[in-house]
């Protein structure tokens, strides 16, 4: 069965330093998202990526954030100048449609800001 | 606003009792309703769904939910619990037509022997 694939499950890093988190979606979808989980908090959007560009994003994602996909397999996640509080659960989704409305996700990359 | 509520934070259910999570939603038009179980440190699995019709909706794993328009809910049932159904599930829901999940704090289910 097809699924999301992300990478790295797990990434420590230093206050202020940069992180990529990457996500290779389900190959046939044409819709890629991103979400976080703060610890003990919900589920939160942060962006949707469509035909080469964000088509919309929460008030989370501001210029710290970024999203590619770099060579039509991969989206990355770039989070600039970490903060303390990215300290999250990052979760990459995609989905085939906005018809279905269902989105597949993978299994999260922790990230920890130290 | 749009938004998802999930009354409760933990249920504890005996394995082979019945089970019923409760998710409440507000938003302008009767959205897309999800629910999707997280196992400890898998992904988000979709567990059942509801577009329109039949307000009855069967899922994976046995689980069934019943979208209820007048009471704003749509609650997740599941008629014998296993052990193997401790979990985190969360509700969500999405705009018709739009493409942003909006989650419930989830419900974490503990089953006891």
């Known amino acids: 069965e097809p699924e999301v694939t992300q990478t790295p499950s797990h990434q420590v890093t230093q206050m202020g330093q940069e992180v990529i988190l990457h996500c290779v979606p389900i190959s046939n979808h044409l819709y890629f998202y991103w979400y976080r989980q703060i610890l003990g908090q919900k589920v939160e959007f942060l962006v949707s990526?469509?035909?080469?560009?964000?088509?919309?994003k929460s008030e989370i994602f501001d210029d710290q954030f970024s999203v590619e996909r770099p060579d039509g397999s991969n989206f990355t996640l770039k989070i600039r100048s970490t903060k303390l509080e990215d300290s999250a659960m990052y979760f990459c989704a995609s989905s085939r449609d906005t018809n279905t409305g269902e989105l597949f996700f993978g299994e999260g990359s922790r990230l920890t800001v130290l | 606003a749009q938004s998802v509520t999930q009354p409760d934070i933990h249920i504890t259910v005996s394995e082979g009792a019945s089970l019923e999570l409760r998710c409440n939603y507000s938003?302008?038009?009767?959205?897309?309703l999800f629910w999707y179980v997280q196992s400890p440190g898998q992904g988000l699995q979709l567990l059942l769904k509801?577009?329109?019709?039949?307000?009855l909706v069967q899922g994976i794993k046995g689980f069934e939910a019943e979208f209820k328009r007048s009471q704003s809910s749509f609650n997740l049932r599941k008629p014998s619990v296993h052990w193997s159904d401790a979990a985190e599930y969360f509700c969500a829901g999405m705009n018709t037509g739009f493409q942003k999940l909006v989650f419930g704090t989830g419900t974490r289910l503990l089953v006891s022997p």
């Open positions: 990526f469509y035909n080469n560009e964000i088509s919309e």
């Open positions: 509801y577009f329109s019709g039949d307000t």
């Open positions: 938003y302008g038009a009767t959205p897309y």
